[in-house]
């Protein structure tokens, strides 16, 4: 599977967005760029530990993972090989289209 991701930088706000092709939203290539972009800070000795996504990619994943029912008091996590990530949707200021930040 091509990787069609686009890594944009914000030196404003110091951080890393990635932004998926509008056209390829499925569980698996969200998931993919997940993964890949944790194993690349990993690699970099980077910590990380939270993955803030655009509304539209957190409906997708919540779709699948089921995020949040009456059960869940805390943020839910996303697993990956390189550590887990606290979830949560983007704010207003951050939300862009299919895109993702992990901090």
């Known amino acids: ?22 056209n390829q939203l499925s569980f698996e290539t969200i998931k993919s760029a997940i993964y890949a972009h944790a194993r690349f800070l990993y690699e970099q000795n980077a910590p990380f530990q939270k993955l803030l996504v655009s509304k539209d990619l957190f409906e997708i994943l919540n779709r699948r993972m089921v995020f949040k029912t009456a059960a869940h008091r805390d943020h839910p996590h996303f697993i990956t090989p390189y550590g887990n990530l606290e979830v949560e949707p983007m704010t207003d200021a951050l939300d862009e289209q299919a895109s993702f930040i992990i901090q």
């Open 1 to 22: 599977m091509p990787d069609n991701s686009e890594i944009a930088p914000n030196p404003a706000l110091d951080i890393l967005r990635v932004k998926l092709d509008e």
